[in-house]
């Protein structure tokens, strides 16, 4: 892959990762949880219905993770539209350590927290979002 093509891909993940930001922040009013809520018994498959937001604390935790992977979607949208060009080596390896330091930290609290499941889907979001990125862009 090219230098361009790799800045292509950033911006794919961060509207990637920055998408579910807002599906999850507005999870926190009753009146339109349901697409947050759907994502979360996904994640905690199977589709049962057991994930809901009843718990004042489940909604404060959702708004928190909403704000988060929005504000890490614009990160990665920032690195890939103002700094990438400069240094794309440095924003590739910190985009993809970024990815990997998630998907460990959030699979070992899956799997902890028994839902073992969201580590697999965890690895298949990985391997989206980091895609090409693995490897170095061939023109620097």
């Not at 690195?79 to 460990?104: Q, S």
Request: proline residues 6%; contains cysteine; neutral net charge.
């Amino acid at each position: 892959m090219t230098v361009a093509q790799h800045r292509r891909w950033l911006k794919f993940t961060a509207i990637a990762i920055a998408i579910f930001g807002p599906v999850f922040s507005l999870g926190t009013l009753p009146a339109i949880e349901e697409p947050a809520r759907w994502s979360l018994d996904v994640l905690a498959w199977p589709l049962d219905g057991a994930e809901t937001y009843a718990e004042p604390t489940t909604r404060f935790l959702t708004a928190i993770t909403g704000g988060f992977l929005f504000g890490w979607g614009m990160m990665v949208w920032f690195l890939a539209t103002n700094v990438h060009a400069l240094a794309p080596e440095p924003v590739r390896r910190a985009v993809v350590g970024g990815l990997l330091a998630w998907c460990l930290l959030d699979s070992a609290g899956s799997i902890a927290s028994g839902h073992a499941i969201n580590a697999g889907f965890n690895i298949i979001v990985l391997l989206l979002l980091v895609g090409p990125l693995w490897w170095p862009a061939r023109d620097h």
